[in-house]
């Protein structure tokens, strides 16, 4: 299977900063890459995408940067909200192109 | 808004029993996946279908699971006879492909 990692597995912010989730994945062929948030009890939700031929791509307060030569994104949050706090995993599409890999996730938590 | 039906949200069941889980995809979505996520782990693909054919169930033990969809529209997850170990979120995701995947909310099962 691919290897998907994120670099801190628990992240604290207070309210109204930003927060930056990394993460880094092993497969160079992979070319698309996911972030979703996921809440207790519930299914990963789709935040934003990006393919390989970009480094940056932007949201609703959200952008993610692509580095392509270390093999790493992350997910940049403006603005952080109480309603941000939420498991966030990155996932990549590895060699077949149309499936997912996850890595463990990130556990935000905003401090109001 | 179109989203991935699942159900039952919640499963117990004994060891040794039968249990089965069905997913709806969004309308028009070609690709179905079963993922199974242990608790504070992030997804892990047991099987993929386009259409009504399996794509990749590599990941699938087949000895106790089993998945169909067989007019490529819902599908279904098997597991007989059911293990301690089984304990997990099996969620259904669907996409068009080489697009994301919508997640639904998952069945919640618990084998005592």
């Known amino acids: 299977g691919e290897s998907v990692g994120l670099h801190l597995p628990t992240l604290s912010v207070q309210e109204g900063d930003n927060s930056i989730i990394n993460c880094a994945y092993s497969?160079?062929?992979?070319?698309?890459f996911i972030w979703y948030k996921q809440e207790s009890g519930k299914g990963p939700q789709f935040i934003i995408d990006?393919?390989?031929?970009?480094d940056k791509r932007q949201g609703q307060r959200v952008t993610v940067l692509l580095n392509k030569t270390v093999k790493h994104l992350s997910l940049q949050i403006a603005a952080t909200q109480p309603g941000d706090s939420a498991v966030y995993f990155c996932?990549?599409?590895?060699?077949?192109?149309?499936?997912?890999?996850f890595g463990t996730g990130t556990s935000l938590t905003v401090i109001p | 808004e179109a989203e991935v039906a699942q159900s039952p949200r919640y499963k117990i069941t004994e060891k040794s029993q039968a249990v089965a889980f069905w997913c709806d995809p969004i309308?028009?979505?070609?690709?179905l996946y079963w993922y199974r996520q242990i608790l504070g782990q992030g997804p892990e693909l047991l099987v993929q279908?386009?259409?009504?054919?399996?794509?990749?169930d590599s990941q699938l033990p087949k000895d106790r699971f089993s998945a169909e969809r067989l007019k490529g529209v819902d599908s279904t997850l098997k597991i007989q006879p059911a293990e301690l170990g089984d304990s997990a979120m099996y969620l259904c995701?669907?996409?068009?492909?080489?697009?994301?995947?919508?997640f639904g909310q998952g069945t919640r099962l618990t084998v005592v």
């Open positions: 309308s028009g979505h070609a690709t």
């Open positions: 279908f386009q259409d009504e054919s399996v794509v990749d």
């Open positions: 996932a990549e599409n590895g060699d077949t192109g149309n499936q997912f890999y």
């Open positions: 990006i393919r390989s031929n970009m």
């Open positions: 497969n160079s062929a992979s070319d698309y």
């Open positions: 995701a669907s996409s068009l492909l080489g697009r994301e995947a919508f």
